[in-house]
Structures are given as structure tokens and as C-alpha cells.
């Protein structure tokens, strides 16, 4: 299992301070650069930054890693504390799917996520620099859904197969959570 | 659980993982994400894709009191925030946008009738009770509108709608949905633009019923 997955089951299940700010220190400058080209200065991204380390604190419960990426987690946690506050309305969310946290995580399966994870990264790093900044934009939330719509067929194409080995694998995983 | 056929485009799902859908269409898709594994799964797999963009983006420099300020917040006490659960037809995200009331149906003739979850410049969410075996009336549309099954089903020119099935519709259809015989139809629909209802409800009185 990746460090990143080891330091959030570590606040998870002990309340680990060290762990947190282990993932503090990787996680919150990232946080700021992305958060800043949404577009607001380095103060009030810094607030955005905050607000969405303590959510990982407090919401650390509900961190499943057979079924999220501590980066995919936290990624959501910031577009949602990014949307909420520029539109100051609450993005509507789905249902929080249940999970037994009292049961120890399938290393095969935590590891098998990791694994297509960086054979996705590795396929956003063959990207040509502009179909780069294209997948940038989209994920930052700088495109509108109609401009997503007119660009996914471009950028997309190798990245989508990666896509779909991950939604396969997700799909058998939901299936099993919800069918015991 | 039934057989969903109709989902979100990956486009639309797309949009919505990144944060760029307006609050309307986003309440559809959340509600959706709520009852449809498939479309569950897919969006597991943006939010992969926006993380590694996270882990891959260069680091920007802290305020040097950032971080020992947030590690003192650990321990202060929180409210945590209401979870609105699903209840009968309704799932989460639609009992959030009720805060958690049963809906307030207003008539709109013909025994059709509506609540307006949210109306505004992005649009407007509500949902729509349609007797069985009663149509809507017939209406084009001037944007986009996403209409989401959560109680009996609808036909149309499009096809058959159960629970948990979405229709995208634009500017292009003109339909005339007719809920199925046997369970009255409720369903969540957002638009970007008010309806253009073509009979019932004069073009005068549409902006009063907000459709
Ligand atoms: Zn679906």
C-alpha cells in the first residue's frame, strides 16, 4: 500500500497527528496551486486550503481505500468546499455509500486501485502538452459542461481505456458492497 | 433493484466531477449517482483522474503559521453536518434539497403538480406528480433538461422511463411524456430555460407557476 493510503488509515482508525500532517505537508501546497487557478489569491485559497484538511480530519471515517484514492478523495472534498463557497450553495452530493469501517481493508484490493492509478498516470504523462492543459481545465472546473462536451473526444482517447479498467474494477467492487 | 437504461453522458458526468455543472442538473446527477452503480463506478473514475492531476500539480509555497494553526483546530469541537437520508421515492440528495420535508405540491392542472426545489439564474430543479395513465403537455423546451424517474415510469417519443432512468432533452425535442398505467409518476426535472408549454397553461401565467 502507498504511503498517502497508510498516513489517511492511520487518522482513520487511530486519530494519528503525524500521519495528518504528513499528508498536510504533500497535500496542502498542491491544494493551493490548484485551488488558485479557480482564480482567487493566495489568501483566500489558503482558507479553502484549511477548511478542506479539516474536513479530511473530521470526515476521515468515511475514507474507504478499496473504493478512493486519497488524492481522488481529497480532490472531491475540494471541489466540493471550492463550489460551495464561490456559489455560497451546497453542491448537491449522492448518498454516502455504507462500509463497514471496523473491517480491515483488502490489501489486494486497495493495491490493484493503486496500481491502475499510476497506470493512469503514466498515460496523462504521454499526453501532448496541449492535450494536457485541455484535461487540466476540464478537471479545475474552468470548462463549461457544453465545452466538455466538444473537448472529451480530443484529449480524452487514451485516457478513456484507463478510465474504463478502473470503472470495471469499480463496478465489480460496488456490485459486491452492494450484493453481500 | 431495477434495470436502469438510461444514464448520465459521460460528458454530463464529466462535468459534474469536475464542478462546472450548474446546481439544478447537479442535483439530477447526484440523485442518479444514488441509484445507479454503473454510473457510480464512472464517476469513481474522473474523480481518479482529477486526483492524479492533484498529486501531479507543482506545489505552491504556505503562509508559515498555516499549519500549526490547522493542527490546533483538531481538537475543537464540531457540528457535524445534517446527512438527509432517503426517504420513500426520494433519495438523499432530494431530501437535502427538501431539507428534509415531505414536498409542498402545488396544482397545475389536469392533476399534474409540482414542487420547485430551486429556481434561479442557473435554472430551476423541481418534481413533477403525474397521475397514472396521464400525460404532460405537450412542451418543447429552449435549453437543456434532464427529467429523472423516481416513482412508477414514463413513455415517449424517446422511449420508456423507470425509476432511476434520466431523459436529455433539448432544444431539438418536442414530447409529449405519458406516465405508465398502474403507479402514479414522480420525477426530479432541471431545465436552464423555462418550458414552452404548447397548450394547458397560457405563455402569460408561466412565469407565476415558475415552469
Ligand atoms: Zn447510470
Same mark, same amino acid.
Request: hydrophobic letters at 40%; proline letters at 7%.
Given at each position: 500500500?502507498?504511503?498517502?493510503?497508510?498516513?489517511?488509515?492511520?487518522?482513520?482508525?487511530?486519530?494519528?497527528?503525524?500521519?495528518f500532517?504528513?499528508?498536510?505537508?504533500?497535500?496542502?501546497?498542491?491544494?493551493? &496551486?490548484? /485551488?488558485?487557478?479557480?482564480?482567487?489569491?493566495?489568501?483566500?485559497?489558503?482558507? $479553502?486550503?484549511?477548511?478542506?484538511?479539516?474536513?479530511?480530519?473530521?470526515?476521515?471515517?468515511?475514507?474507504?481505500?478499496?473504493?478512493?484514492?486519497?488524492?481522488?478523495?481529497?480532490?472531491?472534498?475540494?471541489?466540493?468546499?471550492q463550489?460551495?463557497?464561490?456559489?455560497?450553495?451546497?453542491?448537491?452530493l449522492?448518498?454516502?455509500?455504507?462500509?463497514?469501517?471496523e473491517?480491515?481493508p483488502?490489501?489486494?484490493? $486497495?493495491?490493484?486501485?493503486?496500481?491502475?492509478?499510476?497506470?493512469?498516470?503514466?498515460?496523462?504523462?504521454?499526453?501532448?502538452?496541449?492535450?494536457r492543459? #485541455?484535461?487540466?481545465?476540464?478537471?479545475?472546473?474552468?470548462?463549461?459542461?457544453?465545452?466538455?462536451?466538444?473537448?472529451? *473526444?480530443?484529449?480524452?482517447?487514451?485516457?478513456?481505456?484507463?478510465?474504463? %479498467?478502473?470503472? +470495471?474494477?469499480?463496478?465489480?467492487?460496488?456490485?459486491?458492497?452492494?450484493?453481500? | #433493484?431495477?434495470?436502469?437504461t &438510461?444514464?448520465?453522458?459521460?460528458?454530463?458526468?464529466?462535468?459534474?466531477?469536475?464542478g462546472?455543472?450548474?446546481?439544478?442538473?447537479?442535483?439530477?446527477?447526484?440523485?442518479?449517482?444514488?441509484? =445507479?452503480?454503473?454510473?457510480?463506478?464512472?464517476?469513481?473514475?474522473?474523480?481518479?483522474?482529477?486526483g492524479?492531476?492533484?498529486?501531479?500539480?507543482?506545489?505552491?509555497?504556505?503562509?508559515?503559521?498555516?499549519?500549526?494553526?490547522? #493542527?490546533?483546530?483538531?481538537?475543537?469541537?464540531?457540528?457535524?453536518?445534517?446527512?438527509?437520508?432517503?426517504?420513500?421515492?426520494?433519495?438523499?440528495? /432530494?431530501?437535502?434539497? %427538501?431539507?428534509?420535508?415531505?414536498?409542498?405540491?402545488?396544482?397545475?392542472?389536469?392533476?399534474?403538480?409540482?414542487?420547485?426545489?430551486?429556481?434561479?439564474?442557473? *435554472?430551476?430543479?423541481?418534481?413533477?406528480y403525474?397521475?397514472?395513465?396521464?400525460? /404532460?403537455?405537450? &412542451?418543447?423546451?429552449?435549453?437543456l433538461?434532464?427529467?429523472l /424517474?423516481?416513482?412508477?415510469?414514463?413513455? +415517449?417519443?424517446?422511449?420508456?422511463?423507470?425509476?432511476? +432512468? !434520466?431523459?436529455?432533452?433539448?432544444?431539438?425535442?418536442? &414530447?409529449?411524456? !405519458?406516465?405508465?398505467?398502474?403507479? +402514479?409518476?414522480? =420525477?426530479?426535472?432541471?431545465?436552464?430555460a423555462?418550458?414552452?408549454?404548447?397548450?394547458?397553461?397560457?405563455?402569460?401565467?408561466?412565469?407565476?407557476?415558475?415552469?
Amino acid at each position: 500500500m502507498s504511503e498517502q493510503t497508510l498516513w489517511m488509515i492511520a487518522v482513520r482508525d487511530n486519530r494519528d497527528k503525524a500521519a495528518f500532517a504528513a499528508l498536510f505537508d504533500f497535500f496542502a501546497p498542491r491544494l493551493k &496551486h490548484f /485551488v488558485m487557478r479557480g482564480g482567487i489569491g493566495s489568501g483566500q485559497a489558503e482558507e $479553502v486550503v484549511q477548511e478542506v484538511m479539516l474536513t479530511v480530519w473530521r470526515k476521515a471515517a468515511m475514507f474507504d481505500p478499496e473504493r478512493a484514492q486519497v488524492s481522488s478523495w481529497i480532490y472531491q472534498i475540494a471541489r466540493n468546499r471550492q463550489i460551495d463557497k464561490m456559489r455560497r450553495e451546497n453542491r448537491p452530493l449522492p448518498e454516502a455509500l455504507a462500509h463497514e469501517p471496523e473491517s480491515e481493508p483488502d490489501a489486494g484490493q $486497495v493495491v490493484a486501485l493503486e496500481q491502475e492509478t499510476s497506470q493512469l498516470k503514466r498515460a496523462l504523462a504521454r499526453l501532448k502538452p496541449e492535450q494536457r492543459e #485541455m484535461i487540466e481545465k476540464a478537471y479545475l472546473g474552468e470548462l463549461t459542461h457544453q465545452q466538455i462536451k466538444h473537448q472529451t *473526444g480530443l484529449p480524452l482517447g487514451t485516457i478513456k481505456s484507463r478510465i474504463r %479498467l478502473g470503472l +470495471d474494477r469499480l463496478r465489480h467492487e460496488l456490485k459486491s458492497i452492494r450484493e453481500p | #433493484m431495477n434495470t436502469i437504461t &438510461h444514464h448520465i453522458p459521460e460528458p454530463i458526468l464529466a462535468a459534474y466531477a469536475a464542478g462546472a455543472l450548474e446546481h439544478p442538473f447537479a442535483l439530477v446527477v447526484a440523485t442518479h449517482l444514488s441509484l =445507479c452503480d454503473d454510473c457510480r463506478a464512472s464517476f469513481g473514475a474522473h474523480e481518479v483522474l482529477g486526483g492524479a492531476l492533484l498529486e501531479d500539480t507543482a506545489p505552491e509555497a504556505l503562509s508559515p503559521d498555516l499549519k500549526s494553526g490547522l #493542527m490546533e483546530l483538531l481538537d475543537t469541537p464540531f457540528e457535524p453536518e445534517p446527512v438527509f437520508r432517503r426517504s420513500g421515492a426520494y433519495p438523499g440528495p /432530494v431530501m437535502a434539497a %427538501l431539507k428534509g420535508r415531505p414536498p409542498r405540491w402545488k396544482r397545475l392542472g389536469g392533476g399534474v403538480r409540482q414542487t420547485i426545489l430551486s429556481a434561479g439564474e442557473a *435554472g430551476s430543479a423541481r418534481l413533477l406528480y403525474i397521475p397514472a395513465g396521464q400525460a /404532460v403537455p405537450d &412542451h418543447g423546451h429552449n435549453g437543456l433538461e434532464l427529467t429523472l /424517474v423516481l416513482q412508477g415510469s414514463f413513455s +415517449d417519443e424517446a422511449g420508456q422511463f423507470r425509476v432511476g +432512468d !434520466v431523459e436529455i432533452a433539448d432544444d431539438t425535442l418536442e &414530447h409529449t411524456p !405519458v406516465a405508465g398505467a398502474g403507479a +402514479d409518476c414522480i =420525477c426530479l426535472a432541471a431545465t436552464d430555460a423555462p418550458l414552452r408549454f404548447s397548450s394547458l397553461i397560457p405563455r402569460l401565467l408561466q412565469p407565476i407557476f415558475r415552469i
